[in-house]
């Protein structure tokens, strides 16, 4: 039994027949596929076999027909369904997740809470990592997603407590897609599901596409001064690791705060996959079934078998493909064409840097496939965009009151961690010796000395975890 709820999206409209240019077909959410094998089926295991052909079925239609994809199908000969943005990947944010609040004493002890936030949409995750023994999590962390114009997309975010084995849910907000389009730079909190009056801060921006090469030079210089930084926190850490693996033991660290290191994406590239002319075969009359693979460093993705590529020499494509990538100066997209029986029939590398001698940063050429014998060609389509920061202020979205944290205690910044080893106390039958004052003769209290505690910051447990180092060390008298 398969039911499911599909969308049919009918557009542009046109000013002569057929009137619509094409129709956009989807379903928002997966759909519900129930499975009844009969036959010699029964002998076998039922469970694992409906597990194995449910979880396949639902990969093929999530390749084509489940959100984030959909099917476009042209209903006017002449319009161009890569000119909708249903298949084309233009909005870029990068989601700043903060910190949380509002989790009560009364409900969770600080030495058992020990949380990180789990993002989902569109295909795409991502989690942050741990913050340790806290009711006031921070972990400063960002993370780029990106999206198609396809309606009812949403961001899904989850708290989860660290566990052993798995992650215990806490509470979960999701914020749509529509709402972080209206705004270039967005602050607001989210109130969490079931843990009210908890409450968890993020913060969005969406990137500027621009086909300008010059502000790629600033955009570089940025994520240097930003990578320089990064690796002084990297040496600075390295440096005083052995030293902190004794502060780890000696000093209580109530409270982890991840730094951001991972460096974000300058560019957008572009794929879009036309069509192919005279594929031949290096064996055999045999008429080729291809598809294409296009891969830019690590990402991989490749065309569908449709009824235009099977077992003709002129197949047509026709889809379109996303990647972001760090710096476009230093990488390749390379595509393979291969046949569904023999294999790869050749292939082609284009240097990302040549489409920034471009005009608009854009390339549509035909490719000879290799090696040097012919093989046949592709035409393809490269378009590169520049990935810019907004340079407005921030807007804050407002949260209702009925939403804000009641808890009061919870929202006060906790103290730093103390030093967990035990004093030495003072016997009571000695007696400090008095000094007499040159001026008038009386007697004056020596000075107790004490310990201090120090800054509440790592680098304060750093320096008291070395004065219980070296007195350990030192040997008595």
């Given at each position: 039994?398969?039911k499911?709820r599909?969308?049919?999206?009918?557009e542009?409209i046109?000013?002569?027949p057929?009137?619509i240019?094409?129709?956009t077909?989807?379903?928002p959410?997966k759909?519900?596929l129930?499975l009844?094998?009969?036959g010699?089926t029964?002998?076998?295991?039922p469970?694992m076999i409906n597990t194995f052909?449910?979880k396949k079925?639902?990969?093929?239609?999530?390749?084509l027909?489940i959100k984030?994809k959909?099917?476009c199908?042209?209903?006017?000969l002449n319009?161009k369904?890569?000119?909708?943005?249903?298949t084309r990947?233009?909005?870029?944010f990068r989601?700043?997740?903060l910190e949380?609040e509002?989790?009560r004493s009364?409900?969770f002890r600080?030495e058992?809470?020990?949380?990180?936030?789990?993002i989902s949409?569109?295909?795409q995750?991502a989690?942050?990592s741990?913050?340790?023994?806290s009711?006031?999590?921070?972990?400063h962390?960002?993370?780029?997603?990106?999206?198609n114009?396809?309606?009812?997309?949403e961001i899904?975010?989850?708290?989860f407590?660290?566990?052993?084995?798995?992650?215990e849910l806490?509470?979960s907000?999701?914020?749509s897609?529509?709402?972080?389009?209206?705004?270039?730079n967005?602050?607001?909190?989210?109130?969490?599901d079931?843990?009210?009056?908890a409450?968890?801060?993020?913060?969005s921006q969406r990137?500027?596409?621009v086909?300008d090469?010059?502000?790629?030079?600033k955009?570089?210089?940025?994520?240097l001064f930003s990578?320089?930084?990064?690796?002084?926190?990297?040496?600075?850490?390295?440096a005083?690791?052995?030293?902190?693996v004794?502060?780890?033991v000696?000093?209580?660290?109530h409270?982890s705060?991840?730094?951001?290191?991972?460096e974000?994406?300058s560019?957008?590239l572009?794929?879009?996959?036309?069509k192919?002319?005279?594929l031949?075969l290096?064996?055999?009359?045999r008429?080729?079934?291809?598809?294409?693979?296009i891969?830019?460093g690590?990402?991989?993705e490749q065309?569908?078998?449709?009824?235009?590529?099977?077992?003709?020499?002129d197949?047509v494509?026709?889809e379109t493909?996303?990647?972001l990538m760090?710096?476009p100066?230093?990488?390749?997209?390379?595509?393979v064409v291969k046949?569904?029986?023999?294999?790869?029939l050749?292939?082609i590398?284009?240097p990302?840097?040549?489409?920034l001698e471009?005009r608009?940063?854009?390339?549509?050429?035909w490719?000879?496939l290799c090696?040097?014998?012919?093989?046949?060609?592709?035409?393809?389509?490269?378009?590169?965009w520049?990935?810019?920061?907004?340079n407005g202020?921030?807007?804050?979205?407002?949260v209702?009151?009925?939403?804000q944290?009641?808890?009061k205690d919870v929202?006060?910044?906790?103290?730093?961690?103390r030093l967990?080893v035990?004093?030495k106390l003072?016997?009571?039958?000695?007696?400090?010796?008095?000094f007499?004052t040159a001026?008038t003769g009386a007697t004056?209290e020596?000075?107790q000395?004490?310990?201090?505690?120090?800054p509440?910051?790592f680098?304060?447990?750093?320096i008291?975890a070395?004065?219980?180092i070296?007195r350990?060390c030192?040997?008595?008298?």
């Open positions: 039994m398969f499911g599909i969308r049919v999206y009918l542009p046109l000013d002569k057929p009137f240019g094409a129709a077909i989807y379903f959410e759909p519900d129930r009844k094998f009969t010699l029964r002998l076998a295991n469970t052909v449910h079925i639902l990969e093929a239609m999530g390749m027909l984030p959909a099917l199908i042209p209903l006017d319009y369904t890569e000119e909708l943005n249903y990947t233009m909005n870029i989601i700043y997740v949380a509002g989790f009364e409900d600080t058992t809470l020990s949380s990180y936030v789990a949409s569109a295909k995750k989690r942050t741990v913050a340790n023994n009711l006031n999590p921070t972990w962390q960002a993370f780029e997603m990106a999206f114009d396809i309606p009812e997309q899904e975010f989850r708290l407590n660290d566990r052993l084995i798995k992650g806490l509470g907000c999701r914020i897609v529509k709402e972080l389009k209206k705004h270039t967005l602050d607001m909190w989210l109130p969490l079931n843990v009210a009056p409450r968890l801060h993020i913060r990137l500027r596409l086909t090469r010059a502000e790629l030079r955009v570089m210089s940025g994520f990578g320089c930084l990064g690796s002084g926190r990297r040496l600075l850490l390295f005083s690791w052995h030293l902190f004794f502060s780890q000696l000093v209580g660290n409270m705060r991840p730094i951001q290191m991972k974000f994406s560019a957008l572009s794929v879009h996959v036309s192919g002319k005279d031949k290096p064996t055999g009359n008429m080729p079934t291809t598809l294409t693979e891969h830019v690590k990402m991989r065309t569908l078998y449709s009824p235009l590529c099977i077992q003709t020499p197949p494509w026709k493909f996303s990647f760090k710096d100066r230093m990488e390749k997209v390379e595509l046949d569904n029986y023999h294999g790869s050749g292939s590398s284009v990302i840097s040549r489409l471009a608009n940063l854009t390339i549509t050429d490719y000879e090696p040097s014998e012919h093989r046949g060609a592709i035409l393809v389509k490269l378009e590169l520049i990935l810019v920061p907004p202020e921030t807007q804050k979205a407002k209702p009151s009925s939403q944290p009641q808890c929202n006060k910044r906790r103290a730093g961690p967990l035990k004093r003072i016997s009571t039958h000695y007696k400090p010796r008095r007499p001026a004056e020596p000075e000395r004490r310990e201090s505690n120090g509440a910051t680098k304060g447990q750093l008291r070395a004065r219980l070296c350990a030192t040997p008595r008298r």
